[in-house]
């Protein structure tokens, strides 16, 4: 009831604000989304001078609390209040890195005049999210070329509208290549005792949700310092699966539960991680330069429909690129592989970067650049309404 109260006071604040009608309002789902958001909500104070609206569906949301003097925060909470705000609301134009507009209970109001949509994830848009995800966004800020290759195919395919893309980046990728200049993981002792990052994606079949105890406890019985990030998502819908691995290892001086995705530390601290699907294992990849071992559960099915667009998904054919793939059922090979891997991961670091830079707009300007294209949009926008 007391959050109820909160989100109801700060959504009839944000709906009676008229500086928000002709202005940006950017939209967050949460902390999680932090490190994607704030580089380009900073930089917009360089390049636009119109109103900044900050919504925000987490109570402890840094930008909320710790808004820069140019942005207005306003914490409006998941439930019915969320959907009457964006039902109600009034803007020039909404920024969101939330998928599905228009296809549940969030929907376009007739008040808005552009809906664009910046990416939270480097993974590809056609499998990983629903069908019809970014149907109904007005403009879509890519991470990279590939991004606007497949929706233009999708478009076509489904006989809908053209979109307007813009070149953007990915702010969370150019901070880890900064990082990852200054910052080495610890030297690898003579025994070969790693540090080693689990970090899968979420779903039914997950690696964490199917087989994470086992790679756990392999890891560990062969000397390795094992740190499991769980993803957010796993938490909300199989948090017994995270509880119950804390607790089997809880008194093991090698293991770590990290559920705090918010920085890059537990990144930055490891010299290679495990995953299946997740788009953390691109973050680490390509800003870090190091490799990934994925565990080959069946791939993260969203849109079945996804084989009509031509391109195959950078999830799907990245991973030989920047790592190995070996079977849930040969998960006793663990050790073997990672020792394999990590004489390899000199060659992989070349390759990496060689890569990154064919695959991924504005590297090391990203976060100013979304901010130039969203005072872009608003500006325009704004001068072409009635």
């Not at 109260?5 to 604040?13: A, D, F, G, M």
């Not at 928000?20 to 380009?40: C, I, K, N, Q, T």
């Not at 070329?145 to 813009?166: G, T």
């Not at 294992?281 to 390509?286: I, L, V």
Request: charged residues 20%; contains cysteine; hydrophobic residues 40%.
């Amino acid at each position: 009831m007391k959050q109820f109260i909160q989100t109801w006071r700060e959504s009839q604040r944000f709906l009676r604000d008229e500086t928000a009608w002709d202005g940006l309002v950017v939209y967050s789902e949460g902390e999680s989304y932090a490190p994607y958001l704030r580089p380009m909500i900073d930089a917009l104070a360089d390049v636009y001078d119109g109103s900044v609206h900050y919504l925000t569906s987490d109570a402890a949301d840094r930008v909320l609390l710790d808004a820069p003097p140019h942005v207005k925060g306003f914490f409006i909470g998941k439930a019915s209040m969320r959907t009457y705000v964006f039902n109600q609301i009034r803007a020039n134009v909404v920024a969101m890195t939330m998928p599905d507009l228009n296809t549940f209970h969030i929907k376009r109001s007739p008040n808005v005049q552009h809906y664009t949509y910046f990416h939270h994830s480097m993974v590809s848009t056609h499998m990983v999210y629903r069908k019809g995800a970014f149907d109904h966004f007005d403009s879509i800020m890519c991470t990279g070329p590939y991004h606007s290759e497949e929706i233009r195919d999708w478009e076509a395919s489904q006989k809908l509208p053209a979109k307007q893309f813009f070149d953007h980046g990915c702010p969370p990728l150019d901070a880890l290549i900064k990082a990852a200049s200054t910052t080495s993981a610890p030297p690898i002792g003579d025994n070969q005792r790693l540090n080693v990052l689990v970090a899968p994606s979420w779903g039914p079949e997950g690696l964490m949700e199917t087989r994470a105890m086992d790679v756990v406890r392999i890891l560990l019985d062969a000397g390795h310092f094992v740190r499991v990030r769980p993803h957010p998502r796993t938490r909300q819908l199989a948090g017994q699966v995270i509880n119950d691995l804390a607790v089997m290892f809880a008194d093991h001086p090698s293991f770590d539960m990290n559920e705090d995705i918010s920085n890059h530390e537990a990144l930055l601290q490891s010299h290679v991680m495990i995953s299946d699907w997740s788009g953390v294992a691109m973050e680490f990849a390509f800003g870090l330069g190091r490799p990934v071992l994925f565990i080959d559960v069946p791939r993260k099915i969203n849109n079945p429909d996804y084989s009509v667009v031509t391109p195959t998904p950078l999830e799907v054919s990245y991973r030989e690129e920047v790592g190995a793939i070996i079977k849930p059922d040969q998960l006793d090979e663990l050790p073997a592989a990672l020792a394999a891997l990590m004489a390899e991961a000199p060659a992989i670091q070349t390759k990496v970067i060689k890569l990154r830079e064919r695959q991924f707009y504005n590297l090391g300007t990203s976060a100013k650049r979304g901010a130039e294209i969203l005072a872009e949009i608003a500006t325009r926008t704004k001068s072409k309404r009635p």
